[in-house]
């Protein structure tokens, strides 16, 4: 089974808590170079949602989505942030008891979420559904959770987001295979994915890209995304040393990012 979708490893071993998933973010928090900011752009498409909404996050992840947002979360929204990890849950709760906001956490799989039809005023899933096993699964229990009416957002990536660190990753990966997101829940296919659940689905890209400036938060980032011993400490000092070259040449390292979402309403 891919590691991508393979649930046990996902809740053990590389969301058993937030490490790798804060190790990608520093990356994209420092050397980003669109300055509207990700997480504000996704919470425009909840802008039209009503005072006293209800909404549920499906792969929650540390809540970052929620914090960077606080100022502009009505206070009336009933908002329950769900993740498959518990550890991941403590992370986000960890990270959201300082707003004084009261949020729901839940242990939820997105193929069997525990709430009544018509329950959400969204639903929200930020560059989760790659990892589900039984998409069609998934995306029939979002539309029946959902209010008519309802606003369902899926963010992802395109076939071409981080191209550079994943032809880095093939070179050094020992089984010669590195498994990307872009064949299980993209930009490109996505759309096709979702048509059958909710006819009248829109796709937005979000304009960015990476200039790396540092090494660390780089190689952190590539320690973040391999299970133990795929990689050597010797294919590390390879891959530092081929990047310390491309850094002292250029002065910056150029990584591609093709990010966005795609946003429906249930009719």
């Not at 590691?3 to 809740?11: A, G, W």
């Not at 304009?207 to 050597?232: K, Q």
Request: proline share 4%.
């Amino acid at each position: 089974m891919s590691k991508l979708i393979d649930q046990q490893y996902l809740k053990s071993d590389q969301y058993g808590d937030s490490s790798n998933l804060d190790a990608r973010v520093v990356l994209h928090q420092q050397f980003s170079t669109n300055p509207y900011g990700w997480f504000k752009w996704i919470f425009n498409g909840l802008s039209k949602l009503p005072t006293d909404a209800k909404i549920l996050e499906l792969g929650c992840g540390h809540g970052l989505f929620w914090k960077e947002n606080a100022e502009r979360i009505p206070s009336t929204w009933d908002i329950t942030l769900s993740d498959l990890s518990p550890g991941m849950l403590d992370s986000a709760w960890r990270n959201l008891v300082v707003t004084g906001r009261n949020y729901k956490f839940k242990e939820i799989d997105a193929q069997a979420i525990p709430f009544d039809d018509e329950t959400f005023d969204a639903v929200i899933a930020n560059h989760m559904l790659y990892h589900v096993p039984d998409k069609p699964k998934a995306l029939a229990e979002i539309k029946r959770a959902l209010k008519t009416g309802g606003h369902f957002i899926a963010t992802t990536v395109g076939n071409n987001h981080l191209k550079e660190i994943t032809d880095w990753f093939r070179q050094i990966h020992k089984s010669e295979v590195w498994e990307s997101f872009a064949n299980l829940f993209t930009l490109e296919n996505g759309l096709d994915q979702l048509k059958p659940f909710f006819p009248n689905v829109t796709a937005s890209r979000y304009e960015d890209n990476l200039h790396v400036t540092e090494l660390e938060p780089l190689i952190a980032y590539f320690r973040s995304g391999v299970r133990a011993g795929e990689l050597s400490e010797n294919d590390f000092a390879n891959l530092r040393s081929d990047l310390e070259i491309e850094l002292k040449e250029k002065g910056r390292i150029f990584i591609t990012k093709d990010s966005g979402m795609f946003e429906a309403i249930k009719y």
